[in-house]
């Protein structure tokens, strides 16, 4: 099974920034495209970056300017940055394989609260 585990997450005020780290074992991890998404309390889980095999980025409308993913291949780990944080970006950030995800992780909490 393809594992991905999240870290980074934490409390930072609106206008703050984290960088969260998405680490993958169990597989080749440069053979496929992976995507962060986030999942808020009532709320469906939302796809907010995607980094494809060759490095080339999409993402969200709600992030876009705000948020960069990254990937290093050698250390089978992909990051995403996050700038002026907003409170609405409060969720549970995951990491998974695009299109075919694997079981989801524990995730990382982030709060962006003043």
């Known amino acids: 099974q393809v594992q991905f585990v999240e870290s980074g997450g934490g409390l930072v005020q609106p206008g703050g920034s984290l960088r969260l780290s998405c680490v993958v074992s169990?597989?080749?991890?440069?053979?496929?495209?992976v995507g962060w998404y986030r999942q808020a309390p009532g709320k469906p889980r939302e796809l907010v970056a995607v980094?494809?095999?060759?490095?080339?980025?999409n993402y969200g409308e709600s992030v876009k300017g705000r948020f960069t993913i990254s990937r290093n291949n050698a250390q089978n780990t992909v990051y995403l940055q996050m700038n002026s944080l907003k409170p609405e970006d409060t969720a549970v950030y995951y990491c998974?394989?695009?299109?075919?995800?694997?079981?989801w992780g524990q995730g990382t909490q982030v709060t962006v609260s003043s």
């Open positions: 980094t494809g095999t060759g490095g080339g980025t």
């Open positions: 169990g597989s080749s991890f440069s053979l496929y495209s």
């Open positions: 998974n394989r695009i299109p075919n995800p694997s079981l």
